[in-house]
């Protein structure tokens, strides 16, 4: 048993009902291989490794290293000692893994924007995450929840919740609940025809003034207007992903 360390979100798994839980929603077929972010002690790893065809493993705290090297259940699987926000996908060779983790909640929207940086490196992606971040990364438009992050994850991500975990299958236990979701990659392919810049910049602008309209919100921008299907008394939480991609294709540059 090791010290749970706080700076990197260290909460255990420790119920094996729930290990049961998540094995029975991600599906894994024999032969597709896993890449499981923090594995901490390998609880869920040791799952893991018996339903997939490769199990890799990104673990930043050196101390788990060494258990894991221990773990007589984890001799086939492949252990990197690294910080996965700085791992590049591609260079590992690891032939389109699903992606899973039981990950550290301060970094979730930094882990969400590394799946966007690989997408062609990866299959699918089932994380735990905390509960209000997943009501935002899968947020219906109007609502509270609508944010930049649900329009920035949702032009390349289908997303679901699974599951809602208690804190009591953690040790130790987080002071939040959280959610086990599903990341999908979208069929369609809208970030490959946009200006990604230009849209995450008028994303980010329309977000920032939420309460304002987006003709004041957007106000520094020179937009086609006349030529823009789109009503610039709305609100952001208003427009679909088709509407801000329909700003972005009318702005004057
Ligand atoms: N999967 C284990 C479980 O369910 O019991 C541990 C989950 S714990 C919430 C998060 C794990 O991610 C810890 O083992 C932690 O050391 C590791 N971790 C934290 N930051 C990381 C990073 N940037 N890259 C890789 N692993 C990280």
């Known amino acids: 048993m090791v010290f749970a360390k706080k700076k990197w979100g260290q909460n255990f798994l420790v119920d094996n009902n729930l290990l049961e839980k998540i094995i029975n929603n991600v599906k894994i077929d024999s032969n597709e291989n896993v890449l499981e972010i923090g594995p901490?002690?390998?609880?869920l790893s040791e799952k893991l490794v018996g339903i997939?065809?490769?199990?890799?493993?990104?673990?930043i705290d050196r101390d788990l290293i060494t258990i894991l090297k221990e773990h007589d259940k984890l001799s086939q699987a492949e252990i990197i000692n690294q910080d996965i926000l700085k791992v590049d996908l591609?260079?590992?060779?690891?032939?389109?893994?699903?992606?899973v983790g039981n990950i550290p909640y301060n970094i979730t929207s930094p882990i969400v924007f590394w799946l966007i940086k690989h997408l062609t490196s990866w299959n699918r992606a089932y994380l735990m995450v905390q509960k209000e971040l997943a009501q935002r990364?899968?947020?219906?438009?109007?609502?509270?929840?609508?944010?930049?992050?649900?329009?920035?994850?949702?032009?390349?991500?289908?997303i679901r919740i699974c599951f809602l975990i208690s804190p009591n299958v953690f040790l130790p236990k987080p002071?939040?609940?959280?959610?086990?979701?599903?990341?999908?990659?979208?069929?369609?392919?809208?970030?490959?025809?946009?200006?990604?810049?230009?849209?995450?910049?008028?994303?980010?602008?329309?977000?920032?003034?939420?309460?304002?309209?987006l003709r004041n919100s957007l106000s520094s921008l020179e937009i086609d207007v006349k030529n823009c299907a789109i009503d610039f008394t709305k609100r952001p939480e208003q427009l679909?992903?088709?509407?801000?991609?329909?700003?972005s294709n009318n702005i004057i540059s």
Not at 40 to 43: L, T
Not at 139 to 156: H, P
């Open 90 to 99: 591609p260079t590992l060779d690891i032939k389109n893994p699903v992606v």
């Open 240 to 247: 679909s992903i088709e509407d801000f991609i329909e700003i």
């Open 137 to 158: 990364l899968t947020a219906t438009i109007g609502t509270k929840d609508y944010s930049r992050l649900t329009v920035m994850t949702n032009l390349y991500f289908d």
């Open 40 to 43: 901490g002690q390998g609880a």
């Open 52 to 59: 997939c065809n490769e199990l890799h493993m990104v673990e």
């Open 175 to 213: 002071k939040v609940q959280s959610a086990f979701i599903e990341i999908m990659k979208k069929e369609n392919s809208y970030h490959k025809d946009i200006n990604l810049k230009l849209f995450d910049q008028i994303v980010r602008m329309a977000f920032n003034q939420r309460r304002k309209m």
